[in-house]
C-alpha cells in the first residue's frame, strides 16, 4: 500500500460548489492512483455557521460525484480536548503567550501602523508579560520567528519563500477557548498522518503560518500542492453570476456526474488532447504535474456539450430512471406511459440535459396535450383537415403498430393527399406532442401507442373543423 494520505475538508457553512468538488476530485484521484487513502474530515469548528443540513449535502454530492472516502467523516467539534491540549503544550514550551489587548486596541495599532507605512501586523505587546491575569479575557497567540525565511516546494507552482518577519503573531485560540482554523488544521493533518495537502491557491498565504506551527509543535510537514482558482468567463472570481452553484443544483439542472467529473477535472488539468475521460481513465491518467500553473476558466458551454455526449453515449435504462425522478419533479407521473428508457432512445441524440430531455417527454405521459400557441398557429389550420382526417381512418385500421408499418401506413396517406412529407409530418407533430421539434412522427406514434395517437389526431380534427 502506498504512504499517500491525501484530504478534503470542507466547511459545513454551505453546499459543496464547483470549486471544492475540483480539490476534492484532484485528491480522489491521487488517493486511488497510487493506492493511498483518501480521508474526509469535516472542519466544523464555526459551531455558529456550521449546519447538519450542509453536512448531509456535501456527503450527498461527494456520493453523487462518485467519490468514496477510505476514512471518515472526521468532525473537528469532537477534537476540541486535543486542540487545547496542543495549545497548552505551545503556551508551556514558551512558543505561543496570552494576549490581552483589546479589539479597540489592535485597531488603533493597526490604523496606527498604516499611518506610519508599516505592515499592520500584531506589534508583540504582550510578548514578554510575565504572569497571567486571570480577570481579564485573552487569545492565545503563536510565537512567530521574526527572521529568516520559511520555504517550501509546491508541488504545483514549485519553490515559495516567505519571509518570517512579514508573518504575525498568529491566533491559535480565541477568548472564548475556541481553536483558530489555522491552528487545528495543522494539528488535525498532523495526527491524521497526511502525506500531501492538495488545496486552493487561495491558502498559499496559510501555508508558511502552517509550516512553522508543524515546526514548534513536532510534527513533520507535509508536502503541499496549491490549485489555481477557477475564474469567470470575465476573469473574475467565480461566483454564482457565472454557474458557481452548487454540485446538486447541476444534478437538479439535469447534468450526469459522470459529466461534471469529467469537466472539473480539465479545469486546469490536461492529457494531451484528450477531452473524453471515464473515472477510471482519470484514476490512471491524473498527475499533479500535468496541473496548470494559472487560473482555469468556467465554461458552462463546455460542461453543456460534455454533458450531451454522456447522454448520447449513456445506458438508457439508467437514463431513464433519471428522466422519471425529472419527471416526478414536474408533477408528471410515468403511470401507464412509454417506458422511460424507450422515451430516452427517441430523445437523446438531441438532448443536452435531463431537464430539457424531461420537458420534451412530458407529452409523452400528459393525458392532454398542451399546445405551443405559435406551433399551433403555423401549423394546425384547417386546409389540414382532410388530410388529417385521411390519415386518422388509416391509422385506425392498422394492426401492426410498430415503426416500420406505421412508415408504410405514413407514404400511403401521402400518395393519396398529394402532399410532401414535412407540409403533413410537421402539423401532425404539433398535433401529437404539442410542439414542432421532436423525433420521427412514426417514432412519436410508437412512443403514444394507438390509442392516445388516435385521440390526439381527433382532437386535432375538432381544432381544424
Not at 504512504?3 to 480539490?23: D, E, M, N, Q, W
Request: net charge negative; with cysteine; aromatic share 8%.
Amino acid at each position: 500500500m502506498s504512504k499517500l494520505r491525501v484530504r478534503f475538508a470542507p466547511s459545513p457553512t454551505g453546499y459543496l460548489h464547483i470549486g471544492g468538488a475540483r480539490t476534492a476530485l484532484f485528491n480522489y484521484l491521487l488517493a486511488r492512483k497510487e493506492g493511498g487513502s483518501f480521508i474526509l474530515r469535516i472542519e466544523d469548528t464555526d459551531v455558529a455557521r456550521s449546519t447538519q443540513e450542509s453536512v448531509d449535502a456535501i456527503l450527498q454530492a461527494m456520493e453523487w460525484l462518485g467519490m468514496q472516502c477510505d476514512e471518515g467523516p472526521v468532525f473537528q467539534s469532537a477534537r476540541f480536548d486535543l486542540y487545547r491540549q496542543k495549545v497548552r503544550q505551545l503556551l508551556d514550551q514558551g512558543l505561543a503567550y496570552r494576549c490581552y489587548c483589546t479589539a479597540e486596541e489592535l485597531e488603533a495599532k493597526r490604523e496606527q501602523a498604516l499611518q506610519e507605512g508599516r505592515k499592520p501586523k500584531y506589534d508583540g505587546t504582550c510578548r514578554a508579560l510575565q504572569g497571567t491575569f486571570s480577570e481579564r479575557p485573552f487569545v492565545v497567540r503563536f510565537r512567530a520567528p521574526g527572521s529568516g525565511a520559511t520555504t517550501f516546494e509546491d508541488r504545483i507552482k514549485g519553490p515559495i519563500t516567505f519571509q518570517n518577519e512579514e508573518l504575525d503573531d498568529l491566533i491559535i485560540q480565541r477568548s472564548d477557548g475556541t481553536p483558530t482554523y489555522n491552528f487545528v488544521v495543522v494539528v488535525d493533518d498532523a495526527e491524521m498522518a497526511i502525506s500531501l495537502v492538495v488545496r486552493g491557491d487561495d491558502h498559499i498565504n496559510n501555508t508558511p503560518r502552517q509550516i512553522l506551527l508543524y515546526q514548534a509543535l513536532g510534527y513533520p510537514v507535509p508536502d503541499f500542492a496549491h490549485v489555481p482558482m477557477i475564474l469567470g468567463a470575465d476573469k473574475s472570481r467565480l461566483s454564482k453570476r457565472h454557474g458557481a452553484t452548487s454540485v446538486m443544483a447541476y444534478r437538479d439542472m439535469g447534468y450526469l456526474p459522470e459529466a461534471l467529473v469529467n469537466y472539473l477535472v480539465r479545469l486546469g488539468w490536461s492529457c494531451g488532447d484528450q477531452e473524453i475521460f471515464s473515472m477510471q481513465e482519470l484514476i490512471e491518467k491524473f498527475s499533479l504535474e500535468a496541473v496548470g500553473k494559472s487560473a482555469s476558466v468556467f465554461n458552462p458551454e463546455k460542461l453543456l456539450w460534455l454533458n450531451a455526449h454522456y447522454i448520447k453515449h449513456g445506458d438508457s435504462q439508467r437514463l431513464g430512471e433519471l428522466l422519471t425522478g425529472h419527471l416526478v419533479q414536474k408533477g408528471i407521473e410515468v403511470g401507464d406511459g412509454p417506458a422511460p428508457a424507450a422515451v430516452v432512445d427517441a430523445l437523446k441524440e438531441r438532448a443536452k440535459t435531463l431537464l430539457e430531455m424531461a420537458e420534451q417527454a412530458a407529452c409523452y405521459y400528459r393525458s392532454e396535450v398542451v399546445f405551443d400557441p405559435d406551433a399551433a398557429a403555423k401549423f394546425l389550420v384547417p386546409a389540414l383537415g382532410s388530410a388529417f382526417e385521411t390519415l386518422l381512418r388509416r391509422m385506425e385500421g392498422e394492426g401492426d403498430w410498430q415503426e416500420s408499418t406505421l412508415e408504410r401506413a405514413f407514404e400511403e396517406v401521402l400518395h393519396q393527399t398529394g402532399l410532401k412529407f414535412g407540409k403533413l409530418a410537421q402539423p401532425v407533430r404539433v398535433a401529437l406532442t404539442g410542439g414542432s421539434a421532436g423525433p420521427g412522427i412514426c417514432q412519436i406514434m410508437v412512443l403514444l401507442g394507438k390509442e392516445r395517437t388516435l385521440a390526439r389526431l381527433r382532437q386535432a380534427i375538432g381544432m381544424l373543423a
